[in-house]
C-alpha cells in the first residue's frame, strides 16, 4: 500500500483562505466555535460524532484534526474506534438500504423479478 502524503495546511494558506473572503471566514470559524462548545452533548461526543462523520466523508484533514482534539480531551482509543464502526455500518447500511433502488430498476428493466 502506498503512503498518501496530503498537503500540510499553513498558516499563510490560513490567511490566504481569509484574504480572499474574510467575511465568509469568520462567519465559518465562529460557526465551528459555536458547533463544537459545550451543550446538550459534551465536547469529546461531538469530537466522537466529528471523528466518525469525518470517516464517511473521507477528510483525511478531519480526521487527523478531531482525532487530536478527541485524545486530549480524553476520549480513548476504543471510543474513536468504535466511532469509526458505527460510520462504517452507517455507510454500509446506507447502501444496502440502497439496493432496493436497484431491485425497481431491475425489475422494471426486465418486467420480472427473476435474473
Not at 481569509?18 to 459545550?38: G, R
Not at 474506534?81 to 446506507?94: D, K, L, P, S, T
Request: aromatic content about 6%; hydrophobic content about 50%.
Amino acid at each position: 500500500m502506498s503512503d498518501i502524503r496530503l498537503p500540510k495546511p499553513t498558516r499563510a494558506d490560513a490567511e490566504r483562505r481569509h484574504s480572499l473572503a474574510p467575511a465568509a471566514d469568520d462567519a465559518f470559524k465562529a460557526f465551528s466555535k459555536a458547533v463544537f462548545a459545550e451543550g446538550a452533548l459534551d465536547e469529546p461526543t461531538k469530537q466522537l460524532i466529528a471523528i466518525a462523520v469525518a470517516h464517511v466523508t473521507q477528510c483525511p484533514w478531519c480526521i487527523e484534526g478531531h482525532v487530536k482534539i478527541a485524545k486530549r480531551l480524553g476520549v480513548s482509543d476504543k471510543q474513536v474506534m468504535e466511532a469509526i464502526w458505527v460510520a462504517a455500518e452507517m455507510r454500509a447500511g446506507a447502501a444496502y438500504a440502497h439496493s432496493i433502488k436497484a431491485l425497481a430498476l431491475m425489475e422494471d428493466a426486465d418486467g420480472d423479478q427473476s435474473a
